[in-house]
């Protein structure tokens, strides 16, 4: 990060409060991918407890 920042801040001409908010929406963006593969990835596990209802197991089964 700190590398990208001199960078910007001398090549480009970039201040250097925005090339470090560059640098950071930049990499939400890049690691936002990731986040989604790993939620979808276990939308359709059930934890069935010893307290589970039937009507909560239905439920994450039909929708």
Same mark, same amino acid.
């Given at each position: 990060m700190k590398r990208v920042i001199q960078r910007d801040f001398k090549d480009r001409g970039k201040t250097q409060?925005?090339?470090e908010n560059d640098f950071l929406k930049s990499w939400? $963006?890049?690691y936002e991918r990731f986040k989604n593969k790993s939620i979808k990835k276990n939308a359709n596990?059930? $934890?069935i407890k010893k307290d589970t209802s039937i009507s909560y197991i239905l439920k994450k089964i039909f929708n």
């Open positions: 409060k925005q090339a939400d $963006i890049y596990v059930i $934890i």
